[in-house]
T-cell receptor
Framework: QKEVEQNSGPLSVPEGAIASLNCTYS??????FFWYRQYSGKSPELIMS????GDKEDGRFTAQLNKASQYVSLLIRDSQPSDSATYLC?????????????FGAGTRLAVHP | KAGVTQTPRYLIKTRGQQVTLSCSPI?????VSWYQQTPGQGLQFLFE???????NKGNFPGRFSGRQFSNSRSEMNVSTLELGDSALYLC??????????????FGPGTRLTVL
C-alpha cells in the first residue's frame, strides 16, 4: 500500500465548476498535510497547509482534513483554465526522529472553457 | 526575499559519468531537502540536511549522496549514472526543518538527462 494515494486523473471540470481533489494516507501519526500545485515543466508551489481536522479556506481553495478517516481533500471553487495543473498531496512522516514529507503521485486537473 | 535557486537547470550526461547539482536555500533557511521526480515514481525523497548534517535519508542507493555547507548551500552528487537516473531533481528549503509545521519551498529543479 502506498503511503499517500491520489487518483491520477485526469479530472476534467468545466470552467466555473468546483473541482474536488482527494488524498488518503496510511501513517496515523501524520500531523501536517500540504497541497502543492505543479504546472507542467515547473516545480511544485504550495497552495495550502492544514494541521487540524475540519476545513481551512483560502480564497477559492478549501482544504478539508479528517484524521480519523486518514483523508484530506482540496476543493477549488470557480475553477479557471489557469488552475489546470497537477495537484500534489504531501503528508509529513517522522523517520528516525525527524520530519520528512511523503508525496502522492498527484492528480492532473484539466479545466475546460 | 529571493527563492530557492538550483544550478544548473539542465544537464545531459552519459551512463557511467557522475554529476553534481547545487542548491541555495532561501536566505535564513537552514534545512535543505532533495527530491527526485520521475513520471513513473512521482516525487521521492532523497535526503535532508540541516546544519551540515544529513538528518534523514530516503531509499536510494549509495550512488546518491549529498552535503551541506556552513552557509546552508547544498550539493547532491550522483555517481556512475544510469539511464533510470534521468529525472527532475528538486531542492526544497525550510527555516529549520524537523517540525511538522515546516513548509517546504521548492526551487525550479535541475532536469538531468542520462544518455
Amino acid at each position: 500500500q502506498k503511503e499517500v494515494e491520489q487518483n491520477s486523473g485526469p479530472l476534467s471540470v468545466p470552467e466555473g465548476a468546483i473541482a474536488s481533489l482527494n488524498c488518503t494516507y496510511s501513517d496515523r501519526g501524520s500531523q501536517s498535510f500540504f497541497w502543492y500545485r505543479q504546472y507542467s515543466g515547473k516545480s511544485p508551489e504550495l497552495i495550502m497547509s492544514i494541521y487540524s481536522n475540519g476545513d481551512k479556506e483560502d480564497g477559492r481553495f478549501t482544504a478539508q482534513l479528517n484524521k480519523a478517516s486518514q483523508y484530506v481533500s482540496l476543493l477549488i471553487r470557480d475553477s479557471q483554465p489557469s488552475d489546470s495543473a497537477t495537484y500534489l498531496c504531501a503528508v509529513n512522516s517522522f523517520s528516525g526522529g525527524y520530519n520528512k514529507l511523503i508525496f502522492g503521485a498527484g492528480t492532473r486537473l484539466a479545466v475546460h472553457p | 526575499k529571493a527563492g530557492v535557486t538550483q544550478t544548473p537547470r539542465y544537464l545531459i550526461k552519459t551512463r557511467g559519468q557522475q554529476v553534481t547539482l547545487s542548491c541555495s536555500p532561501i536566505s535564513g533557511h537552514r534545512s535543505v531537502s532533495w527530491y527526485q521526480q520521475t513520471p513513473g515514481q512521482g516525487l521521492q525523497f532523497l535526503f535532508e540536511y540541516f546544519s551540515e548534517t544529513q538528518r534523514n535519508k530516503g531509499n536510494f542507493p549509495g550512488r546518491f549522496s549529498g552535503r551541506q555547507f556552513s552557509n546552508s548551500r547544498s550539493e547532491m552528487n550522483v555517481s556512475t549514472l544510469e539511464l533510470g537516473d534521468s529525472a527532475l531533481y528538486l531542492c526544497a528549503s525550510t527555516p529549520r526543518g524537523g517540525s511538522f509545521t515546516d513548509t517546504q519551498y521548492f526551487g525550479p529543479g535541475t532536469r538531468l538527462t542520462v544518455l
